[in-house]
């Protein structure tokens, strides 16, 4: 049963993303390209991964959803090309690639266990519950800290390209109309529920910062998508506040830890201080994801019309 | 015939399709979606590796890799639509084809 | 200790963001001279006392990370360090230009970001860590070439960053395939677990083609020209001097110390060798028949870059052990000679940029007498990039040719001759334009002594460097962390 509901799922990923590769009209990919992202995310909750599920659904098909649809609508909509999207030539050396691929892969040990042994041990050396949050927090916080980086160096980016210095007075989408903006009035509270609910989760339960912050930024988003600037009418002080402190809480951390025990980024005894990093990182994922989407359009001319 | 061997193999055909995609297609967007598909088969395999079925569990290492790669990617992603943007604005054209474009002057 | 190499940056980028005006050019310049610092006092101490490893949080190798600092990464930590601060000090007046200005603050924090980033690269002890880190690199240096805002750069960046994307994914299913074989993620330890087999040649070949799409080796050279040409003159240094060799030392990182044990590596570095080659005479080549500044220099990286790959055959095929370990410092020799005066190339071109407002090459008729410094600059840059003695490049070739020699594989040797024919025409053909005579009154602006200075001191660094061959050699024989030193090591 399970094995069917694999290759069905499988299957089904492989025939939609050749339909994304070879479709030749735009909007048809971008719209594939979210039904891609919950397929996969039905994959995540099959292989027992809630947490990538969850972030998957919110930042794939939907996050990346709207930046793709918004992007169609920023470019020129030129028309499909006449010839086959997918050249022969190429097709047969990435044939190649994906049986060598496919041959390496039945190499995989049966009985290969990764780092769960190692993982399951040191939970008690740690105070989070939840392997995947100690993961993330602790035992591989470097990682989460650099990855905080790329977020913030991607805001960066896109305002260097923007030359803007912060995000008020973004472009905004036409006003919803009243029957979506009961929807979101509904939604809204519910998703900031549901964001800072998961946060509060990741200690001991599938959740935490990622899963929590990336389900704050598709409430920010929606929020603009109705046409409310959201974090753009934030004082830019406190912007740049939201948007630093998941990154800063973690140099903080660095420094506190390397010139108290020696050891950068070891968690003080004191449950408080892994709490505040991870709070902090919920915020600043949230606001770089809702900067990112909101800075992207560049900025509204108000003098143009 | 196993539930990773579906997964992997599906992960590496997803990146292979989506590798396809980034050196045919000429449109910017969707050299970006295909990035992001060659993501998602990145991903999969991780998380095919993590999956047990039975005794131990799910291995948390690969879950902590593909919810940190996700943000990456989506961070890259909103990077990349927001250059492709400006060059459209820019240019008006929404490719990257090569233009022998000397500024001589 | 290494980990200040990280933090510095770090927190100057926040910094820089914040402040405004002459504050942010302080923070910048005092975190630059504070990581300078920090490098030079981690490279005595390598120097004296040998590698360090530390281990991130307190959980040690298979679950947490590890910074580690050997021979290798500090002699890249060092070069980072050298162009890093003069590219900052050259900076500070390059963006107080009216029309730089706007673009401080981005400019500062996302090199002060790349910066950081580059110093955590060659720290790097984890392979999924290194993805983390690549794509930190990736996005910074793609948002540095954008700041240009013109049609050309944007479209170059994106190009980079499209490019530099794909290498990333690759890099990250090699990083899988590692972790189903290995069951773990420090490099040092998959490189002691002895793994061999189907799943590691997997990994090794998807990463090495990621890093060597990032590195613009000859197939994947295509993103490189438009994207070091078109870019603001310091930024197009960083990105060749620094950027480049990141992704040339994790090749390295990976290839001796994760696959030590992989049987692949030796027919595979025939093929790196031969793509070498080729980059080295037809990169060389190309920058011969451009007619701008920046695109010659810029083609020159794709032969200079060249030079490095020749690394793989000769280390991996050659008996002799002592041969072994000239090739190998040649290599590192070659990538930080050419890092130092490939920098000092760009700067000297963005000082002719904004003394004449072109690059092209007939607009620098005569800039020997209006520019003297800058002319003297691009001379000596131009002399380590040949290889002339006494410069680092010298003592780079001189040592690359004596090892292809020993190891019999001929057809190599074409690299060092052939390729420095080429360097030379190229540079002949910069410099015999600066002594042309040209229109009065068609030059110049002024441009800041500071400008001219810092370009100047690193083309003399490039040529000094060949007088410290013995520490460097030493740092990279008896200071690398090699698991299994009877392999490549004697």
Known sequence: MNLAFDLLVGLSLVWVAWRIVGSRDHFQAVVLFITFGLILSLAWTRLQSPDIAIAEAAVGAGLAGVLFMDALGGLSSSPGSPRPAVPLTLLFPCLILASIMAIAVLFVPEDFLGLIPVVHGALTDTSLEYPVTAVLLDFRAYDTWLELGVLLVAVLGVMGIRRIGSISGSRLPAPADPVGRWIIRILLPIMVLIGGYLLWLGAFAPGGAFQGGVVLAAAGVMLWQAGHPSLGLLPRLWWIVLLFCGFLSFLILAFWSLFHSGRMLAHPENKLWILGVEYAATISIATCLISLVLASPGRCRVRDN | ?105 | MPELLVLIPFTAALLCFILKGVLRSLAALLGASLTFSASALLAADVYQNGAIRISLGGWDAPLGIGLSADGLSVIFLLLTAIVGLMVSIYCVPFFSGLHEQPLARHFWSLWMFLWGSLNSLFLVSDVFNAYVVLELVSISAAALAALSGTAASLRAALRYFLTAMAGSMAFLLGVGFIYAQAGTLDMFLVGSSGGDGPLMAMALGLMTVGLIMKSALFPFHFWLPPAHGEAKAPVSAILSALVMKGSFFLLLRIWFNVFQDSSLTVHAASVLGFLGLFAVIWGSYQAIIQSRLKLIIAYSSIGQMGYLFLLFPLVLTTVDAAWKIEAWTACVFQAVSHGLAKASLFLAAGNLIQASGTDNLRSMRNIAGSLPMTTFTLALAGISLMGLPPSGGFVAKWMLLQSILASGQWWLAAAPILGGLLTAGYIFKILSQAFVPGAEGACCKPVCFVMEKAALVLAIFSILIGFRAEEVIFLLTDRICAANPGGFWP
């Open chain 2, 1 to 105: 015939m196993n539930s990773l061997l579906i997964y992997s193999i599906t992960a590496t055909s997803l990146f292979t399709i989506g590798l396809m995609g980034l050196a045919a297609h000429p449109n910017l967007i969707r050299k970006i979606i295909s990035l992001n598909i060659m993501a998602g088969g990145v991903f999969l395999f991780l998380i095919s590796l993590a999956y047990h079925p039975d005794d131990p569990g799910v291995d948390p290492v690969p879950q902590a890799m593909v919810l940190t790669g996700i943000v990456v990617t989506i961070s890259a992603t909103a990077f990349a639509l927001c250059l492709a943007r400006r060059i459209t604005e820019i240019t008006g054209s929404s490719r990257l084809e090569d233009k022998p474009e000397d500024t001589d002057s």
